[in-house]
């Protein structure tokens, strides 16, 4: 699909925030502010834009923690992540989650589940309902390389699979399953491989990529709105930090990160822009200067906001 010259913009707009949004959590973090950990998407970015932005606005996705980017995608503000990872008040709940673990049904975001590989059984159940229900739904939902192993996974791809759910999982391979490399659970060198056991189609992309990944993800959900079924997208890319800031990722090889610093999937893309003349130097300050404003005026709003009193802890819980 040719994107038109102002969604180019739109694209390295969304790339560009979510690396600014994690820059300032890890600031944060460093500064005591964060309860609990950060889990950055640095080098992943153009996954989460990508496939985002390539889905409709009646479609569903239901993120991870490294999923900030398809969140901004969907409508949430920088805002947000930072009054939830600081357990403010008057963050999306209200100081009672951490990280990512929130959604809205009206933005089409289903909240992160912590146990790693359970949203592909939920989204293939939003993609079952949306099938009894004919509303012609694509549910997407992303999982990591480690996250292939359990069960959950594997009961969810072949229900989904058997009834043609139009389902579209993202494996987002970054070759570390915290410090387990990708070689050491899994005796397939691609992990698309393993979709053929389910007779579903898949793809391999670069996930550093973001145009790569968007046209994956389109070709995935225009075959699950024809009846197609769902398709298993492995992204090949690179953790460029460790599991959370706490972990100095040690034991990853220092080559292995250099050779993938050459990728980064921001500057892949600002450089593509420039080299076919879509982004002019004017063009790329302007969105940098929209970026910064952002940043500062939610976290000055984030920093504001109070600790929620003790006594609403109770409040949303039901009877």
Not at 64 to 69: F, T
Not at 248 to 253: F, G, K, L, N, R
Request: glycine residues 8%; hydrophobic residues 40%; aromatic residues 6%.
């Amino acid at each position: 699909m040719k994107l038109a010259r102002a969604q180019h913009h739109e694209l390295y707009y969304y790339l560009r925030l979510n690396r600014r949004v994690d820059e300032q959590l890890a600031a944060l973090y460093r500064q005591g502010k964060v309860v609990g950990g950060v889990y950055s998407s640095l080098g992943q970015e153009a996954i989460s834009v990508g496939t985002a932005y390539a889905l409709e606005p009646r479609d569903i996705i239901g993120p991870m923690i490294r999923n900030a980017g398809a969140m901004l995608v969907r409508g949430y503000k920088p805002r947000d992540l930072f009054l939830q990872y600081m357990a403010r008040k008057d963050g999306p709940t209200g100081g009672r989650e951490a990280n990512t673990h929130f959604g809205d049904l009206q933005k089409g975001v289903i909240a992160p589940i912590s146990m790693l590989g359970e949203l592909v059984p939920v989204l293939a159940g939003v993609a079952l309902a949306s099938k009894i229900r004919k509303e012609n739904r694509v549910a997407l939902t992303y999982v990591g390389d480690g996250a292939t192993s359990t069960g959950q996974f594997h009961e969810a791809l072949n229900l989904a699979s058997v009834q043609k759910l139009g389902l579209v999982v993202i494996v987002e391979n970054n070759g570390w399953a915290y410090s387990t490399p990708t070689a050491r659970q899994a005796a397939v060198r691609d992990l698309a491989e393993r979709a053929k056991a389910y007779g579903m189609p898949s793809a391999i992309v670069d996930g550093n990529d973001v145009l790569n990944v968007m046209e994956a993800t389109r070709s995935a959900a225009k075959r699950a709105r024809e009846g197609g079924g769902p398709t298993f997208i492995e992204a090949k890319t690179m953790r460029m930090k460790g599991h959370a800031e706490h972990d100095d990722a040690s034991y990853v090889p220092k080559g292995v990160l250099e050779e993938w610093r050459g990728r980064d999937p921001v500057l892949r893309y600002e450089n593509l822009l420039v080299a076919k003349k879509l982004l002019t130097a004017a063009e790329k300050s302007t969105i940098e200067a929209r970026i910064e404003k952002e940043i500062r005026a939610d976290l000055a709003f984030a920093e504001a906001s109070p600790f929620p009193p003790p006594a609403d802890a109770a409040r949303p819980v039901w009877a």
